[in-house]
């Protein structure tokens, strides 16, 4: 089995599933349980002010998307911070960090956006023998109202501020969560970086509104006949936040800040998926959430098999993918595929056609008999087709080779060449 | 006092009271709304779908389907009733397995169709839960359209007729309109007096008069109706019954199947319907399947199905075979019928194993017998009771593509009629497109 040990911004943890701020570590119950099961951290549920705790609806805070079979897509939650008070927690979390000494415990703290509410509290968390803070600048729903959560990540002049005085706090290593609901993650990230932070988590989770109940005319959940936005979290996000890890991770300016990859990370396929784009960990809540604490064993086996089955150790695996991210304009327009149906495979369901026929390119034919053949000269390669296909493999690309004729086109294959310098680029002709 | 199964002759009661209505239920009840939302999900919404081609009435099955996973059942009922107006009926009592789900590309692909027949029931059964009828009537025609038979192509021409606004009078030989939904098949494949509730919800359209007690040859002639109506829809089924051809089929306790079925569905309490503890079913089809099975509910000790040919050539289709087994039924294929014995009443029944050479049957000179207490023959039914003059084809009354007979203003429908195989929707099928066609010719002015 692959050592699945993982140093994140100098946090080890025995393996790199954390669970995120989140109802899942809300208190030293659910928390020990999580250790017990394996999960190798914990983001505590985010800590607010001394006093008065937050309040929560007593109505429903969830909503969900489910597939025809009660399969939870996506999740979408108007909770708020920790309504627990601060003195509670801080006790139980010294009591479990001093319990499981091996397993990463950070705090996700949210206090007023004010130097000493910062200043005041990171020092008396860091009592408690955590490893290190998450600051939550990503709740877009309640606490944003009052100037908190994505309220100060969508502001980049806020985030440096607030980190700087953290990171004046305490030695711990600070983790900067971010919000998706911005134009683009990198200011924010690159705020993250000028204020001090050691890394950076993503995503937070997305404003949303998941339904609407068509008798009573509110958004869901509903509280008393009236619903407000939340945040959408699970599986139906994960290509969202991939995408926003992937910027970070190729940005020259902050390709070297550890990410702790956030959103709908639901198998070890997820995770890997994250890692390779540059995270360095990953943090898990819906899934948690959905199927409970048992899911790190599968993730815990199933990332360790692909390790060794690619003899590769859990740090090779962090950003292998990030050089292959790139911008439109860099990939090779001379790379030239035709869809293929391989007609022992096909069930004859005429999706592909369908699609083809309608939508696209109209380069799929239908025989009398039902049999569907790829028009060569009219393929644009597009691949609805393969993702529309209710059978996997039955259509795949074939890549024609250099000097082959594309019979659309009627042009043979040339050597590497995109956008940039395409004819048909004002920019590039201009630049000659 | 209590009978069992092993009772000696045939006798009521061999099982406890009240076990019948188990024995007797639902053979697939209806889908739950769950179950449903899983099953339509499994629907890949083919384009120019195979089922859709397979099925005789063409239901748009990928979009009642459609309508079906996105929480519209009765939308989906619609979709199916605009087709096929017995689709409740149809959803329960066809062989999908032969047709649409056979071709289904999940079946090819997976062995395991969408299950298209359930889902059918499950939308069918939602609205008319409702009690709604989703169809108006068309202003008055003034035209009035005879339907002879209260079957399923009867019952088909009738709504579509009305439908368009014609008046329609349906005769029925028999007491209750259904035809051989009511009278034909097994009860656990429509219990809870489907058939009934269907025709009631049915003839909800208006414009429909029912006749019972009637029939051609019996207070109806061809010519009289002819005279008093702008066209005739015959849809009479087939009333004859095959004989055996075997010595001492005249015994007692030798019975068309079609009648220990007829008599089964009309029975107010099967505890007190007499069965024999040695049964034996004669044939390879359906009703001699529902024959087999329903003899087997109500407490027969050995019920066996005797074919003449192979199990390829059985015309129950696989599944109604492994029914027949699950339930306890031994089948036996490739034996004839040679001799009935017994000293009034028969006893036992000899066959003779056949072989197929070349298509042609031939007996092998070895014979078995089975001890039977009672016998159902059910080796086809044939036509019977046809108006004089109209001509005939394989037995049946010649039609062509819309129903219309070799006599101007009269078509012909259903099982009666040449062409198709002898199913409900095919029925169904004929039904309606003779009644579109009656409707074309009736308007032409």
């Not at chain 1, 001394?50 to 998307?65: K, L």
């Not at chain 2, 789900?101 to 359930?118: D, L, N, S, W, Y």
């Amino acid at each position: 089995m692959a050592d699945l040990t993982s140093t994140f911004c100098g946090i080890t943890s025995p393996n790199p599933f954390w669970l995120a701020s989140a109802p899942p570590t809300d208190k030293e119950y659910n928390v020990r349980r999580a250790f017990e099961a394996g999960w190798g951290g914990v983001v505590w549920k985010t800590l607010g002010e001394e006093g008065p705790p937050v309040v929560n609806v007593n109505g429903p805070r969830y909503g969900a998307i489910h597939g025809a079979d009660r399969r939870l897509l996506g999740l979408n939650n108007i909770e708020l911070i920790t309504d627990r008070p601060l003195e509670v927690n801080l006790e139980e979390m010294t009591r479990v960090k001093k319990d499981y000494p091996d397993r990463a415990l950070i705090a996700s703290v949210m206090v007023p956006c004010d130097a000493d509410s910062w200043k005041n509290i990171i020092p008396r968390i860091a009592e408690t023998g955590c490893d290190g803070f998450e600051l939550n600048f990503g709740c877009p729903h309640g606490m944003a109202e009052r100037g908190m959560g994505s309220a100060v990540g969508q502001v980049p002049e806020y985030i440096e501020m607030v980190t700087r005085w953290c990171k004046e706090s305490t030695d711990l290593p600070v983790i900067v969560k971010l919000t998706p609901n911005i134009t683009n993650i990198l200011y924010p990230a690159e705020a993250a970086l000028r204020g001090g932070a050691d890394a950076v988590s993503l995503i937070n989770t997305i404003n949303s509104i998941t339904s609407v109940n068509l008798d009573a005319f509110s958004p869901e959940p509903m509280i008393d006949g009236k619903g407000t936005h939340g945040g959408y979290c699970g599986p139906a996000v994960k290509p969202i936040a991939m995408n926003m890890v992937a910027e970070i991770a190729r940005n020259p300016a902050t390709a070297k800040l550890p990410i702790s990859g956030i959103g709908g990370v639901t198998t070890w396929r997820d995770a890997a998926e994250f890692m390779a784009l540059g995270a360095g960990n990953v943090q898990v809540c819906t899934a948690a959430m959905t199927y409970g604490f048992k899911i790190v064993e599968e993730m815990i086996s199933g990332l360790s098999q692909y390790l060794d089955e690619k003899e590769m150790a859990l740090s090779d695996l962090v950003g292998k993918a990030t050089p292959n991210v790139t911008d439109w304009q860099y990939l090779n327009l001379n790379h030239v595929t035709k869809a293929v149906i391989n007609q022992d495979d096909c069930i004859n369901c005429g999706r592909c056609y369908a699609a083809c026929e309608d939508t696209s390119h109209q380069a799929i034919e239908m025989s009398p008999d039902r049999t569907f053949t790829v028009k060569d000269d009219e393929c644009v390669a597009c691949n609805l087709c393969v993702n529309v296909c209710p059978i996997e493999g039955c259509i795949t690309m074939k890549t024609l080779g250099k000097g082959e004729v594309d019979e659309r086109t009627g042009k043979p294959v040339g050597d590497y060449a995109n956008w940039t310098t395409h004819p048909n680029n004002v920019a590039a002709v201009s630049a000659e | 006092m209590s009978n069992t199964p092993l009772t000696p002759g045939i006798t009521a009661g061999r099982l406890p009271e009240e076990s019948y209505a188990a024995q007797f239920s639902d053979l697939h009840p209806v889908l739950d709304d769950h179950e449903a939302l899983v099953a339509a999900d499994r629907c890949y919404f083919c384009h120019d779908a195979p089922c859709m081609t397979a099925c005789p009435t063409s239901i748009d099955v990928p979009l009642f389907i459609r309508q079906i996973m996105t929480g519209t059942p009765e939308a989906a009922a619609k979709t199916i009733f605009d087709q096929n107006i017995l689709g409740g009926m149809c959803a329960r009592v066809c062989p999908t397995e032969t047709l649409c789900e056979e071709v289904c590309v999940r079946e090819i692909a997976e062995g395991k169709p969408v299950e298209i027949g359930r889902l059918q029931r499950y939308a069918t059964d939602a609205l008319m839960a409702k009690g709604v009828h989703p169809y108006t009537r068309a202003e008055a025609t003034g035209k009035k359209v005879a339907v002879v038979g209260a079957g399923p192509a009867g019952l088909a021409a009738a709504h579509r007729l009305a439908l368009k606004g014609h008046d329609v009078v349906m005769f029925d030989a028999r007491p209750k309109s259904g035809g051989l939904n009511e009278y034909g098949i097994a009860s656990y494949k429509a219990p809870d007096g489907y058939a009934q509730k269907e025709v009631d919800w049915l003839m909800q359209i208006g414009g429909i008069t029912v006749e019972t007690g009637k029939k051609l040859g019996d207070g109806l002639t061809l010519e009289g109706l002819k005279a008093d109506y702008d066209a005739v829809f015959l849809a009479i089924g087939l009333a004859g019954v095959n004989a055996l051809r075997a010595e001492g089929e005249d015994a007692e306790g030798v019975l068309d199947a079609v009648d220990f079925i007829s008599e089964l569905r009309q029975a107010a309490d099967l505890s007190k319907l007499p069965v024999g503890r040695n049964v034996v079913v004669i044939g390879g089809g359906m009703t001699a399947v529902d024959a087999a099975v329903q003899a087997k509910l109500l407490g027969a000790q050995n019920v066996s199905m005797v074919y003449r040919r192979g199990r390829a050539s059985m015309s129950a289709s696989e599944y109604e075979q492994e029914l027949a087994a699950s339930k306890g039924v031994q089948i036996f294929y490739n034996a004839a019928p040679v001799a009935v014995y017994g000293d009034g009443a028969v006893e036992e029944i000899e066959f003779e194993y056949t072989s197929e050479e070349g298509g042609s049957l031939k007996g092998t000179g070895e014979t078995f017998r089975l001890p039977a207490d009672q016998v159902f023959k059910a080796i086809g039914q044939t036509l019977d009771g046809a108006p004089e003059g109209i001509e005939i084809t394989g037995g049946k009354i010649a039609v062509d593509a819309v129903g219309r007979t070799s006599i101007a203003g009269v078509w012909a429908g259903g099982d009666c009629a040449s062409g198709g195989e002898d199913l409900t929707v095919t029925a169904v099928s004929e039904g309606r497109d003779a009644a579109e066609d009656i409707h074309a010719k009736l308007m032409e002015g």
